[in-house]
């Protein structure tokens, strides 16, 4: 099924005039470690599939929904059966600042289940189930009503998170209401200064927290720590910049805020499971 590899990276290549892919797998082959830009999601239809992600294995029984983030080191055993492997243009989405709070959904790999929620795992089922009907269709919407598909399907994902986020948060509707408002101005800031030095103090001055309770509440509510958060804004700027073939790449980690090219290489290779050189050669790769 992976058409083209090169090291670990799959080039995904969508149909003309799409910008989404759906394979009815039944091959009963093992795939390789590899990644790709693209957002993945799969669902069981016969026989249960292990998928290491990261190095984590996920079960995905019949009916489960697998979501695998843009850039995650992924392989599968050879294990027959059949499954929906579903991939999508993950800058359609990425690039839209309106989404940026919907596409924190999938910023982690996950299962969803019954077991996890079961209103979520019929809507997961029923996504999938209406895309592969709707990629099988002449339409010229048939793109833009899956990318609806998916949007809708990431918000109740996003919904699920923030609830349990709340619960273990132990706070009621008011407070995950403020916390939201404080956040989203906090990201907002980032997203508008990223490529500058930011303080854990100016960030704590944007929330109107002490520092303390800013760096805890934000780990808490965001799942990662306010610097992972800078990091991981530099490093999805920096692959924008690296698009551009005439920027040098010293000159990309300066303009996406990395205050070395040792640093960026570190930190976008944690990120993106490559260096900043090979993500380049990549993508000169894919225009050739």
């Given at each position: 099924m992976i058409k083209h590899l090169s090291g670990d990276y799959e080039t995904v290549e969508y149909d003309e005039k799409k910008y989404v892919m759906l394979y009815d797998n039944v091959e009963d082959e093992a795939y390789p470690v590899h990644w790709h830009s693209a957002v993945e999601l799969i669902m069981a239809i016969k026989n249960t599939y292990v998928v290491n992600v990261g190095g984590i294995d996920y079960t995905i029984r019949e009916n489960d929904v697998l979501l695998i983030p843009s850039g995650e080191l992924h392989s599968m055993p050879a294990i027959p059966g059949r499954r929906l492997i579903f991939q999508c243009d993950n800058r359609i989405l990425g690039d839209?600042?309106?989404?940026?709070?919907v596409m924190r959904a999938v910023s982690v790999p996950v299962v969803?289940?019954?077991e996890m929620d079961k209103e979520l795992s019929l809507i997961a089922k029923k996504t999938m189930l209406d895309i592969f009907g709707l990629y099988n269709s002449k339409s010229e919407l048939s793109d833009v009503r899956i990318y609806i598909k998916l949007i809708e399907l990431f918000m109740e994902l996003r919904e699920y998170q923030l609830k349990q986020q709340q619960?273990?948060?132990?706070?009621?509707?008011?407070?995950?209401?403020?916390?939201?408002?404080?956040?989203?101005?906090v990201l907002k800031y980032i997203d508008n200064n990223y490529m500058y030095d930011i303080s854990?103090?100016?960030?704590?001055?944007?929330?109107?927290?002490?520092?303390?309770?800013?760096?805890?509440?934000f780990k808490q509510y965001n799942s990662m720590s306010y610097l992972q958060y800078i990091n991981a804004r530099r490093t999805?700027?920096?692959?924008?910049?690296?698009?551009?073939?005439?920027?040098?790449?010293?000159?990309?980690?300066?303009?996406a805020g990395f205050k070395?090219?040792?640093t960026f290489n570190r930190i976008f290779k944690e990120i993106k499971h490559c260096t900043p050189t090979d993500f380049k050669k990549l993508l000169e790769k894919r225009t050739l």
């Open positions: 839209v600042p309106a989404l940026d709070s969803i289940t019954p619960m273990a948060m132990d706070v009621d509707d008011e407070k995950i209401d403020e916390y939201s408002e404080k956040f989203g101005t854990l103090d100016q960030l704590a001055d944007v929330a109107g927290y002490s520092k303390y309770h800013f760096s805890r509440i999805k700027a920096a692959e924008q910049l690296l698009l551009d073939p005439d920027i040098p790449i010293t000159e990309v980690a300066m303009r070395s090219l040792t």
